[in-house]
């Protein structure tokens, strides 16, 4: 299935866009997820794995099941103070 994803403010200046799409299985979970938008734009790998990743506005484990109605974003870490 494929799954678009939304990404902000510095995952979205290292993949150069906005948006992702990405094929998972129909039973992917958060983990599938993370590993699809690596293959599909390998220069999120640093902000895949340490990012948050939000399914319907709420943060997600990696456990987490994906549908294919889903809202996903890439939230990258954050600093600051």
């Given at each position: 299935m494929q799954i678009r994803?939304?990404?902000f403010a510095v995952a979205s200046q290292?993949?150069?866009?906005?948006?992702?799409i990405?094929?998972?299985?129909?039973?992917?979970?958060v983990?599938?997820?993370?590993q699809a938008?690596?293959?599909s734009c390998p220069s999120l790998e640093p902000l895949a794995g340490k990012g948050l990743v939000?399914?319907?506005?709420?943060y997600?484990?990696?456990?987490?099941?994906?549908s294919p109605q889903a809202e996903i974003a890439i939230i990258p870490p954050v600093s600051g103070g």
């Open positions: 994803v939304k990404l290292l993949a150069g866009r906005n948006e992702l990405v094929e998972v299985d129909e039973d992917a979970d983990a599938a997820l993370r938008i690596i293959a939000a399914v319907d506005a709420k997600a484990r990696d456990d987490v099941r994906i």
